[in-house]
């Protein structure tokens, strides 16, 4: 990523995106503009991002659509923009793997703040920042999981993918084996803020990275349920 990030601002509404595309080229931002799902993409061949400001509510594809063909194909981070306060919707779009969500009406000084907070956890092209720069992966079980391009692979070196949530939430795992975590810890840990009102969308995540690392995900072997305490990866883990 340069000095000048570049940040991809769609919402298909002109009163807000002209303004806040204004407002953040005056903090030293570089802004693209969309007015829709299909012109975002039209950007995104062509351009390279360092985040999406994604407005959820759009004519023809929607906001959660995009959001998630993103995290399926990128790791470029996304900060939804919604005005559907309904608790649903924020756990939903966080599911999806957006990084962050602002509801409008907004203050652009705490939205410019949540971007420059999600930045500085990741690097160039949307790749999140590794805080062992010494390790290259952990190896735990029959799994590694590699921190340079994010990704599961088995012992056969066949990789399983992983959205960034479960990418981030697995990471939290990873350094700190054989310790219990609480949902609160492990929000902390993996979005780089406490989301109190989200800790389902922490057991959703256990359940979908149970299905990719157990054998019988119904009796985990890896990651165990403490009751009254949360979860804990039950595995001694190794950097190589």
């Not at 000095?3 to 919402?11: K, M, W, Y």
């Not at 720069?133 to 056969?156: H, I, K, N, Q, S």
């Not at 349920?225 to 883990?237: E, H, I, K, S």
């Amino acid at each position: 990523m340069s000095d000048e990030p570049h940040i991809l601002l769609v919402d298909d509404a002109r009163d807000i995106r002209d303004p806040l595309a204004a407002y953040l080229g005056r903090e030293g931002m570089r802004v693209t503009k969309a007015e829709s799902a299909a012109a975002a993409r039209a950007v995104l061949a062509v351009h390279a991002i360092d985040l999406v400001l994604l407005d959820v509510m759009m004519p023809g594809e929607d906001g959660l659509s995009l959001a998630g063909f993103l995290r399926a194909t990128t790791q470029i981070p996304v900060i939804l923009l919604t005005a559907r306060a309904e608790e649903v919707d924020r756990i939903l779009g966080l599911e999806i793997g957006a990084d962050d969500y602002v509801t409008k009406p907004f203050s652009p000084r705490e939205l410019l703040a949540r971007i420059k907070a999600v930045l500085r956890r990741t690097a160039g092209g949307g790749t999140a920042t590794v805080h062992a720069p010494d390790a290259d992966g952990f190896a735990f079980g029959p799994w590694v999981l590699r921190t340079g391009d994010r990704e599961l692979v088995d012992e056969a070196g066949v990789a399983a993918p992983l959205s960034t949530g479960e990418y981030n939430l697995l990471h939290a795992f990873v350094t700190h084996p054989r310790r219990v975590l609480t949902r609160d810890q492990l929000l902390d840990l993996s979005q780089g803020r406490e989301l109190a009102a989200f800790e389902r969308s922490i057991d959703n995540h256990i359940s979908r990275l149970r299905r990719k690392l157990e054998l019988d995900p119904a009796d985990p072997r890896l990651i165990k349920t403490v009751r009254g305490g949360g979860y804990m990866l039950a595995a001694d883990v190794r950097r190589i």
